[in-house]
């Protein structure tokens, strides 16, 4: 393997407290000191960027196997390696689901074979994502999962989390939780609320997800498992995570883009491309979710990936799936409207992208330029302006409600295991 000098760059890297101007080199895969007084087979040069440890997103949906019309490992992979993304954790509700030995291997394996971002599968909670019974958790572990979670089909049934939560300990592996109450979002397509009523929508109100943030909490509290809130989007929500901590409870929550940069009136446009559950929030909500990323009750950023195919997101409103695309405008979200306004610093918002994700999912050797580490590096041009064009996401489907919007900051080389497989000037090129 070629040993890569990335030199001049603003070094970031959370896990060290490093925030300097140096250089990082690879060798062999691996993050090493120095060149060892070698040359470097290719240097990057990285003045004027940042250099951090590749972006890790804990919650992808990547559709294979069974929903391939939507997205592929390989393809979702390539979009999150133009968002700077090196690592990324499968959502299990796939068909057939990730609730086997076997599935969470198929994921892996495709991982491999697509040879670009890391894939690391996330193993259901129960058998088939029904709620009724617990899945194989040591199987998927033997299979390569990283935590478990029946993502978008919330565990309803508390003596059955109860249980996840006790098993899982026995992996000191995280239980990430779809919070909400179902039998309160029948039907819903967007926030119960003023907007909902304006538009004669059926609305999920805030408190389905409040009640349940609260139920596994205690659960967590009484079990000692970890507990991992998802796509948290309501103020209520961020405010029982807080209480949590500060009693010493293992709870902890990751937010999306959408929930921190739009509000329900953007369903004014009848748009499904602002469809998504949990739902956008009020102003009040964003407000909230921010404040939560700014004082460490919201510990990750992340995405929610979830792609859909045009043809049913042009579905009417109540038809349209849930979920939009966020891969490739992670990056540029989190620096337009968390950097720039002040709200996160750079390190603040990397550490949120690498460091606590690899912590999270027990990813010892990611997150981090230390001296021995993984050598997955994403090199980011922190002044670059563009403009989010749909048409051209390397996702395989287009479902972003950010098309045609002017944002700044960008992935301008990402390394994954020692090799350079994407760059934002052959992107360009091959465009």
Not at 242 to 249: L, S, T
Not at 324 to 339: D, K, R
Request: glycine content about 10%; aromatic content about 4%; proline content about 5%.
């Amino acid at each position: 393997m070629p040993t890569i000098q990335i030199t001049g760059g603003r070094i970031i890297d959370p896990s060290r407290d490093l925030d300097a101007v140096g250089d990082v080199w690879i060798r062999d895969g691996k993050v090493v000191a120095d060149g060892g007084g070698a040359a470097a087979d290719r240097v990057v040069d990285a003045r004027g960027l940042i250099v951090a440890p590749g972006l890790i997103d804990v919650h992808v949906h990547l559709r294979e196997p069974g929903q391939e019309e939507d997205e592929t490992i390989a393809t979702g992979a390539a979009a999150a390696l133009a968002g700077g993304v090196t690592t990324v954790a499968c959502m299990p509700n796939t068909l057939p689901p990730i609730d086997t030995q076997a599935t969470a291997e198929f994921v892996v394996l495709q991982g491999r074979r697509a040879r670009q971002a890391n894939v690391f599968p996330v193993g259901c909670v129960s058998k088939g994502r029904k709620g009724e019974e617990l899945a194989a958790l040591g199987q998927l572990v033997a299979g390569g999962a990283v935590a478990f979670t029946d993502d978008g089909a919330p565990v309803s049934d508390a003596g059955l989390m109860r249980r996840a939560l006790e098993y899982s300990k026995m992996f000191n592996l995280v239980i990430m939780q779809h919070c909400q109450v179902m039998e309160l979002t029948a039907g819903g397509v967007m926030n119960e609320g003023f907007e909902s009523m304006r538009l004669g929508l059926g609305g999920m109100p805030a408190a389905a997800e409040d009640i349940m943030v609260a139920r596994d909490i205690r659960l967590a509290e009484i079990t000692g498992g970890r507990l991992h809130v998802q796509h948290i989007s309501t103020a209520r929500a961020v405010e029982l995570v807080r209480e949590g901590k500060r009693r010493g409870i293992r709870v902890t929550a990751e937010a999306c883009p959408h929930h921190f940069s739009l509000t329900d009136e953007s369903l004014r446009t009848f748009d499904s491309n602002y469809k998504m559950n949990p739902p956008l929030r009020t102003a009040e909500d964003v407000a909230a979710v921010i404040d939560g990323l700014k004082d460490g009750t919201i510990e990750i950023l992340c995405t929610d990936h979830a792609p859909h195919a045009r043809e049913k997101k042009m579905r009417e409103l109540d038809q349209a799936p849930f979920g939009i695309v966020g891969l490739e405008t992670l990056l540029p979200i989190t620096v337009t409207h968390l950097i720039e306004p002040g709200h996160l610093s750079w390190p603040e918002a990397i550490r949120k992208m690498t460091i606590n994700a690899a912590n999270l999912l027990n990813l010892s050797n990611k997150g981090s330029l230390r001296p021995g580490a993984d050598a997955d590096v994403t090199v980011i041009d922190p002044a670059l302006a563009w403009t989010v064009e749909a048409s051209q996401l390397r996702s395989k489907s287009k479902n972003t409600p950010y098309d045609g919007w002017q944002v700044r900051g960008r992935a301008h080389t990402v390394i994954v295991d020692g090799e350079v497989r994407y760059t934002l000037a052959g992107a360009a090129a091959t465009a």
